[in-house]
């Protein structure tokens, strides 16, 4: 009992001086020690630096005249040759007005450009100076081109910007340039920061620095790379209109109160790795000319991209969204990646451009439709989405689905529904012809890259007990990580991917019933989009109306050429073949302006409707025709009404009745526009609609004729309800049947 008291005690005691520790020791900055500082400064890194750090430096009101000494001291050394500042570790007390220290220079166009005046500036500035002053120049202009095409908003308003636009130098057309390294590395800043309207020729390293008030970088101009890793701001950080010519490290950077970037500019790579917003954080109008990091950020309150231009990738991996963010006439150039990212309120995409083959990468993402929302613009954000695998992102695709269902936004609901009945179709592909680790032969293994002794090890653990995963690769003794890296390496090649699988063998039975499945998906997936795109489906539908009712033509118009020809004219033979084209032109436009595959799109309808038929029709001129009633047409017609009818129940022949036979009339040959009444036929079987109830006689007609009516009939029950399942999904007022999936 005793020691435990004793060793709390001695924890006590010790606590003051751990604290003292973990503060770096301090030395109070005097003018005397300013200047010896400044007499000798330190070569750190190649580069002559005046060294004032564990200072503690007090510049409040009450210390005036020691502030202006420091400021006046400082702005002679500093502007006169290229020292750098290093106040790693110090404590500033009071306002810090960082724009003081540096030289003023006036920057216009003429400034920048005649030759005369970079002799005058030659004293003061080098070479590479002069060229890195010539640099803000063209980012300038670059920007001042951008905005007139509706890319850049705030950064030509800028004051160096517009003083670029001038020929006289003014007050409000200088700049402040520091010229050497700026170093804050741990330093904390007690009052404000001001560098605003600066230009850093050098870097600046604020690693770990706290900011407890606002900071004002406002138009600064960051000329080498600049790092805040770790840095604390407290209150408010005003970066607006800034350019930052080399890479920008903000990792782990955390912002307590409003951080405005708005108008700023990023050259080179952007790293917010593990960010924190707490606060508002405005990106409105920021230009990322390479990629955007912001991999595992925090984004407690609202965010505001708003008229962004990401010119590379943005990285969003991992990403949390507490409330609102908006993308609102954002332009991005290279995908956005969402992986494993949180939008746990809403993402607004409305008016955002998107390159070509530019995507929403999503594989991950956790969205809950009954808490937050998506929103874009309607029937375009739902094709921005792209997911690589089915596994493990069908909670995705549904929760995503519902988003835009809920917002009445069916068409990018159903682009969805189709990405997902897509790689569902990839999976079954794998499934059907792949390799199963668990059921393959020797040989198709050594086939995919596995040595003999490999193959026999894997033989041996399949007896034990089957395969799960191919991660479970790696519990084999003979199949080390090199090589499992190999086969997931060639996986993303693509060379393994789809020829090596780990589950269940299929039997005979699944293995047909899973190929019968493939087929319709696919045979769905080509001709409806599954149900998602009904002018696909009517370009279908017209292609096959067309040709099924030149077909028909044929058979009852072009019979025979002896003894007696029965041929139709010239007249309704052009009108036919005019027709015929006109209808197809229409239907092939549709389909190759909505399939996402065409040529495969034609294929399936061609085996469908080509072959068939076309058997039927060399059979029937092989054989010839020789029955009575030769004259008269093959098909009839109703000849009580003449009205646009829907006929569902309706067979393509008609009954063996005399009162039928009474009703129902032969087509007239005679008649200019007869024509029109094959593709009626036509448009009656498969459609089950028409502006006459025609249909073939029931005497002394040939099999091969009904045979092919029959046909197309067939054909038309599967098209009517491929048409009203896809109208059903398409259409707000009619999508019940979206619910019996």
Avoid at 456 to 477: D, G, V
Avoid at 501 to 511: N, P, T
């Amino acid at each position: 009992m005793f020691l435990c008291v004793l060793l709390i005690l001695l924890l006590f005691l010790s606590l003051p001086t751990l604290a003292a520790q973990a503060q770096p020791e301090r030395t109070p900055l005097t003018l005397e020690l300013l200047q010896a500082r400044l007499r000798t400064p330190i070569l750190r890194e190649g580069n002559l630096t005046v060294d004032l750090q564990k200072m503690v430096i007090d510049l409040r009101a009450e210390n005036a005249s020691f502030r202006d000494a420091f400021y006046q001291l400082l702005r002679k050394e500093l502007g006169a040759k290229p020292l750098g500042l290093d106040l790693s570790y110090a404590l500033i007390l009071g306002d810090f007005v960082g724009s003081d220290l540096g030289l003023r220079t006036p920057l216009y166009a003429q400034a920048m450009s005649s030759d005369k005046l970079r002799g005058v500036y030659a004293p003061i500035f080098t070479a590479t100076e002069q060229e890195e002053l010539e640099r803000l120049r063209f980012v300038c202009l670059q920007s001042l081109t951008m905005s007139t095409t509706g890319y850049a908003y705030a950064l030509p308003n800028s004051k160096d910007c517009r003083s670029l636009l001038g020929t006289q130098s003014t007050p409000s057309s200088e700049i402040t340039v520091f010229r050497g390294v700026l170093t804050l590395v741990q330093t904390r800043f007690n009052g404000e920061v001001k560098f605003s309207n600066t230009f850093f020729l050098q870097s600046v390293d604020a690693q770990g620095a706290t900011f407890l008030q606002p900071t004002n970088w406002t138009e600064t101009r960051f000329g080498r790379s600049v790092s805040f890793t770790s840095a604390n701001f407290r209150q408010q950080s005003n970066f607006q209109g800034s350019i930052f010519f080399d890479k920008a490290n903000l990792k782990q950077t955390k912002f307590q109160e409003l951080a405005d970037f708005q108008g700023s500019i990023f050259e080179k790579t952007a790293n917010f790795n593990q960010a924190t917003f707490k606060q508002l954080a405005k990106f409105n109008s920021v230009q990322w000319q390479e990629n955007a990091d912001f991999s595992d950020v925090r984004f407690a309150n609202q965010v505001q991209f708003t008229k962004a231009n990401f010119n590379q990738f943005l990285l969003l991996i991992e990403a949390t969204f507490e409330q609102a963010v908006s993308f609102r006439e954002a332009e991005f150039n290279q995908s956005v990646n969402l992986q494993g990212a949180n939008i746990l309120n809403q993402a607004d995409f409305s008016d955002a451009r998107f390159a070509t083959d530019v995507c929403l990468s999503v594989p991950g993402l956790t969205f809950n439709s009954n808490q937050a929302k998506i929103l874009g613009n309607p029937g375009e954000i739902g094709k921005m989405f792209c997911i690589p695998t089915l596994q493990g992102n069908q909670n995705i695709l549904r929760n995503l689905g519902q988003n835009f269902r809920q917002q009445q936004q069916v068409a990018d609901a159903n682009e969805l529904e189709y990405t997902k009945q897509r790689l569902r179709l990839i999976e079954m592909s794998r499934r059907l012809a792949a390799t199963n680790i668990n059921s393959a032969s020797v040989a198709s293994l050594i086939k995919l890259g596995f040595s003999a002794t490999q193959v026999e090890a894997i033989a041996q653990r399949r007896l034990i007990k089957p395969f799960r995963n191919s991660s479970e690769l790696l519990t084999l003794a003979d199949i080390d990580l090199e090589k499992y890296t190999q086969l997931s390496v060639d996986a993303q090649r693509l060379v393994v991917r789809h020829r090596l699988i780990v589950g269940e063998s299929l039997s005979i039975g699944e293995w047909l019933l899973q190929a019968w499945s493939w087929l319709a998906l696919n045979v769905l997936l080509l001709l409806s989009g599954y149900g998602t795109n009904f002018w696909l489906v009517f370009g279908v539908g017209g292609l096959a109306i067309a040709y099924f009712g030149l077909l028909f033509w044929l058979v009852d118009r072009y019979r025979r050429l002896h003894p007696v020809p029965i041929i139709p004219t010239a007249y309704e033979t052009i009108s036919i073949l005019v027709s015929f084209s006109v209808l197809e032109f229409f239907s092939l436009l549709a389909i190759f302006r909505n399939a996402e595959q065409p040529w495969l799109t034609l294929g399936c309808i061609f085996i469908i409707i080509v072959p068939v038929p076309m058997a039927l029709l060399i059979r029937l001129y092989q054989q010839g025709r020789y029955h009575d009633l030769m004259d008269v047409s093959y098909f009839t017609e109703d000849g009580t009404f003449r009205q646009l009818r829907l006929l569902i129940g309706r067979l393509p022949v008609i009954p063996r009745n005399q009162t039928f036979r009474e009703r129902y009339m032969p087509l007239l040959g005679d008649r200019r526009w007869n024509w029109l009444n094959y593709y009626d036929f036509s448009l009656n079987n498969l459609l089950r609609l028409g502006f006459n109830d025609i249909r073939l006689r029931d005497e002394h007609l040939p099999g091969i004729i009904s045979a092919l009516a029959w046909y197309q009939w067939s054909l038309g029950v599967i098209y009517i309800t491929l048409v009203l399942w896809t109208l059903s999904r398409t259409i707000p007022g009619l999508n019940l049947l979206i619910y019996l999936k």
